[in-house]
């Protein structure tokens, strides 16, 4: 098969499209051929860089986190899924045996293996993993969507209604409103009933907050974001932030947003990730940070379900075959494109 193939770290040209031997599936796995897989910031481009060392890559790497596609083979004991069914991989995942595992806490899993990181991932015609690292599609739902929703929508639920547990009618402000976890924040805090504000770098971004769902907007590079958010909530501020920017310029200003007894998510740092915190503010105001990654099987679950009722949305900006693989980190390395870059192996 067809697959893109890392051997070194370095710029795009070091994306390698090479004929490889097919996988075959051994008992209890499948082999899902890929229509869609997307481009991601960090564990794409920045994993191609070697700036994400730590994650314990190995290479030679197969990349791409997210695949979905049609089940075209399954090993001895695969119940489900069935070849030709629609399926997205899930790309954590976890190990089964660790304390958090045997607790059921599958998302905080100590040893976790993710897709494109620790073994062959979805920049490729095929890819190989467990049948139970796979989720049936809504029949509606294109490959394109079902990649990026099951990506990115199940952590919203998790951080939104799991970590920080929003309730109903409490204000939720999202950073980073147009990227690809708070494009979710948005669209899971409306879910679940919560008044949203949209925070982003741009006014084109705000605009795509609002478009999702949010109720309000706030571009934090033109404006003082504590102050609008105080404006908006009429001096109260908000019950929770969603966070995934960390940028030392606006973090403080995002937790300086909270109402008394909020409670800060966040699950990214491709802002910097190391910001300055108000301990004053954080004990006076009764605030809790808390950090979060992954999902529940739960969380997947809704997150499917919700975009089966056609109320989650994936902005796809362009898809591109496998073969121009490098063009799409050069879009991601160079421009703030609105929406997903997609990679479809079955257009060559
Ligand atoms: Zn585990």
Redesign the pocket.
């Known amino acids: 098969m067809k697959a893109v193939v890392i051997h070194e770290y370095g710029g795009p040209e070091v994306l390698s499209l090479e004929d490889v031997p097919d996988p075959v599936p051994g008992p209890g796995e499948v082999v899902v051929k890929v229509h869609a897989v997307s481009v991601n910031r960090v564990l794409d481009v920045g994993v191609r860089q070697g700036t994400e060392k730590q994650r314990g890559i190995t290479l030679p790497l197969i990349p791409g986190i997210d695949p979905s596609g049609v089940v075209h083979g399954a090993g001895i004991g695969v119940v489900s899924p069935k070849i030709g069914d629609r399926v997205a991989v899930l790309h954590r995942i976890?190990?089964?045996?660790?304390?958090?595992?045997?607790a059921g806490r599958?998302s905080?899993?100590?040893?976790?293996e993710t897709v494109g990181i620790h073994r062959p991932g979805g920049d490729a015609e095929f890819v190989k993993v467990p049948a139970t690292s796979t989720i049936a599609l809504p029949d509606d739902l294109s490959f394109a969507e079902a990649s990026v929703i099951a990506r990115h929508a199940p952590t919203a639920f998790l951080l939104l209604e799991d970590r920080a547990g929003l309730k109903a009618g409490e204000w939720v402000l999202v950073m980073g409103a147009a990227g690809g976890l708070g494009s979710f924040g948005v669209q899971v805090a409306k879910l679940l009933g919560a008044q949203v504000i949209a925070g982003a770098g741009s006014d084109e971004r705000v605009a795509i907050g609002i478009e999702l769902g949010a109720d309000h907007g706030v571009n934090y590079r033109r404006f003082d974001l504590a102050e609008e958010v105080m404006r908006i909530t009429e001096g109260r501020g908000v019950d929770v932030v969603f966070e995934n920017i960390s940028d030392p310029d606006i973090w403080p200003q995002a937790l300086a947003s909270l109402a008394r007894r909020g409670r800060l998510v966040t699950a990214g740092a491709h802002g910097g990730g190391t910001v300055a915190l108000d301990i004053r503010h954080l004990y006076h105001e009764r605030l809790r940070v808390i950090g979060g990654a992954g999902y529940r099987r739960e969380d997947l679950d809704r997150a499917m379900a919700a975009a089966a009722d056609g109320k989650l949305r994936a902005k796809i900006a362009q898809t591109l075959p496998l073969s121009e693989v490098a063009r799409a980190h050069r879009i991601i390395e160079t421009s703030v494109p609105a929406g997903k870059i997609i990679l479809d192996p079955t257009r060559g």
């Open positions: 976890p190990c089964g045996a660790c304390p958090q595992c045997e599958t905080d899993c100590e040893r976790s």
